[in-house]
């Protein structure tokens, strides 16, 4: 059963600008939220992590935002590059099963 | 960070035969390893759980007799996918996780095998 969902399969935004991308979840149990990155014909890599008891993480260009009340978590991207094009997901800690994954594109 | 490898990274085999993929955790003791298939259009499906010396916990729709899941060892998982068919072609991904020094949360990845099937 899927415990995080991602409803936006896809996410274009112009270099320099935020991009925001979504991820709700229905196991309120969750300990920690993880983000991962993936690119084309490659594994994903981990990308950033918020643990449930805070309500934000920052690490550079990069900040995760959860509201618990809403049971949903966004990642924050600012300011976009063109390298940041790739697919995202997001992840619940011991849930092994991925969101469907959002495809960003960053303009130059 | 840690790393995790997959080999082969290719292969192309003839339908009705199997397929080894092996996934290794190359700096750190995976207790558990992951297999996930990706499809077109970019999503990651969990095919199965593997816990080192015990038998791999198989997600929903996922054939175990067909997509066998082999934990021998705390760095060596394999998949090895029997009397491949056409519709078997994919990019299947493994991950891991450590212990110890790592994150109890984080998952690493491998590079991803891309089988064909002809």
Not at chain 2, 59 to 76: P, R
Not at chain 2, 79 to 102: K, M, N, Q, W
């Amino acid at each position: 059963d899927q415990q995080v969902k991602q409803n936006s399969p896809s996410l274009s935004v112009q270099e320099g600008r935020i991009s925001i991308l979504n991820c709700d979840y229905t196991n309120s149990m969750f300990d920690y939220f993880l983000w991962y990155k993936k690119y084309p014909a490659e594994g994903p890599t981990f990308l950033i992590s918020i643990s449930s008891i805070k309500d934000k993480n920052e690490d550079g260009r990069f900040t995760v935002f959860l509201n618990k009340s809403a049971k949903h978590l966004s990642l924050h991207i600012v300011p976009s590059q063109p390298g940041d094009s790739a697919v995202y997901f997001c992840a619940g800690s011991h849930d092994m099963r991925f969101g469907a994954g959002t495809r960003l594109t960053v303009k130059p | 960070g840690a790393v995790v490898s997959q080999h082969p990274s290719r292969v192309i085999c003839k339908s009705g035969t199997s397929v080894k993929i092996e996934c290794r955790s190359l700096d750190f003791q995976a207790t558990t390893m992951f297999w996930y298939r990706q499809f077109p259009k970019q999503s990651l499906m969990l095919m199965a759980t593997s816990n080192e010396g015990s038998k791999a916990t198989y997600e929903q729709g996922v054939e175990k007799d067909k997509f066998l899941i082999n934990h021998a060892s705390l760095t060596l998982s394999t998949l090895t996918v029997t009397s491949a068919h056409p519709e078997d072609s994919s990019f299947y991904i493994c991950s891991a996780r450590g212990r110890g020094r790592l994150s109890s949360y984080e998952q690493y990845f491998g590079p991803g095998t891309r089988l064909t099937v002809t």
